[in-house]
């Protein structure tokens, strides 16, 4: 098997696949949330780190006004030619998402899979929380899902899962490399096994994270005034069950109200 050392996001159509199976489920939990917490009704919506648009484009299916921005000009450049092929025009656009901004403001906005935590320093993730606070309307909100780091209680270090799509397969593997508790970066092995009918490959990747624990998150959302935390769910995706946080809260997908 070929092996490459690259980083996943310069592979979309792999990337595309095994991030871009379940979302269905985050799709219905996320129109509930709108309902449930945007004050007014929700039809502009952003997805900053929005990589290949695998809620994006379904959120244009579904009638509402979506832009995503992504750090990756690979990632825009497929997430662009998905909408042009289904009739849309492309709204995906390269910028960092510590440093953006936008014409409109939106209702509501959505960042689901860990991406914040790429922003490896307090700056960089205050500085986030400021840009999208000038993206977002008054009473709109911004559903932020990632991993807090327990206090209490064993860590979900170790995932493996699989994704196929016709003819091809992408095996994933993530698995920790080493921890900071000091400067609270984690570095995190990522590899993606490719099957196709033409042959296989490996990309060795390595993910470099910010760890965060429920006392940290909410002491930096404190920040950036314009924001609260407004309520909070588990990666269960059930918008009629809210979670209690606590020492023990891993996987959360916080709802940050803009004031």
């Given at each position: 098997?070929?092996?490459?050392?690259?980083?996943?996001?310069?592979?979309?159509?792999?990337?595309?696949?095994?991030?871009?199976?379940?979302?269905?489920?985050?799709?219905?939990?996320l129109e509930k949330v709108f309902?449930?917490?945007?004050?007014?009704?929700?039809?502009?919506?952003?997805?900053?780190?929005?990589?290949?648009?695998?809620?994006?484009?379904?959120?244009?299916?579904?009638?509402?006004?979506?832009?995503?921005?992504?750090?990756?000009?690979?990632?825009?450049?497929?997430?662009?030619?998905?909408?042009?092929?289904?009739?849309?025009?492309?709204?995906?656009?390269?910028?960092?998402?510590?440093?953006?901004?936008?014409?409109?403001?939106?209702?509501?906005?959505?960042?689901?899979?860990?991406?914040?935590?790429?922003?490896?320093?307090?700056?960089?993730?205050?500085?986030?929380?400021?840009?999208?606070?000038?993206?977002?309307?008054?009473?709109?909100?911004?559903?932020?899902?990632?991993?807090?780091?327990?206090?209490?209680?064993?860590?979900?270090?170790?995932?493996?899962?699989?994704?196929?799509?016709?003819?091809?397969?992408?095996?994933?593997?993530?698995?920790?490399?080493?921890?900071?508790?000091?400067?609270?970066?984690?570095?995190?092995?990522?590899?993606?096994?490719?099957?196709?009918?033409?042959?296989?490959?490996?990309?060795?990747?390595?993910?470099?994270?910010?760890?965060?624990?429920?006392?940290?998150?909410?002491?930096?959302?404190?920040?950036?005034?314009?924001?609260?935390?407004?309520?909070?769910?588990?990666?269960?995706?059930?918008?009629?069950?809210?979670?209690?946080?606590?020492?023990?809260?891993?996987?959360?997908?916080?709802?940050?109200?803009?004031?």
């Amino acid at each position: 098997m070929q092996t490459v050392a690259e980083s996943i996001y310069d592979h979309p159509t792999y990337y595309d696949l095994i991030f871009g199976s379940d979302w269905v489920t985050e799709f219905r939990f996320l129109e509930k949330v709108f309902q449930k917490h945007v004050r007014g009704k929700t039809r502009r919506l952003l997805e900053p780190a929005c990589g290949t648009g695998r809620l994006l484009y379904r959120m244009l299916k579904a009638n509402y006004h979506c832009e995503g921005l992504d750090l990756n000009d690979k990632a825009v450049d497929f997430c662009n030619k998905r909408l042009e092929r289904h009739g849309y025009k492309p709204t995906a656009f390269v910028a960092n998402m510590c440093d953006f901004t936008v014409k409109k403001p939106f209702d509501a906005a959505f960042n689901t899979i860990n991406s914040f935590r790429h922003l490896t320093t307090e700056a960089m993730a205050v500085a986030h929380l400021r840009a999208m606070a000038a993206a977002i309307r008054p009473g709109g909100i911004y559903a932020l899902g990632f991993h807090l780091t327990p206090l209490v209680g064993p860590t979900t270090d170790e995932e493996s899962w699989t994704a196929r799509r016709g003819h091809l397969q992408v095996n994933t593997h993530m698995w920790p490399r080493d921890k900071d508790p000091k400067t609270r970066i984690e570095r995190f092995n990522l590899r993606f096994d490719i099957y196709r009918p033409t042959g296989s490959m490996r990309i060795d990747d390595c993910l470099v994270l910010r760890s965060y624990t429920y006392k940290q998150f909410a002491a930096m959302v404190k920040k950036v005034p314009e924001w609260t935390i407004e309520n909070a769910y588990d990666f269960s995706y059930d918008a009629d069950e809210p979670i209690e946080i606590d020492e023990t809260t891993e996987d959360i997908v916080y709802i940050l109200k803009r004031q």
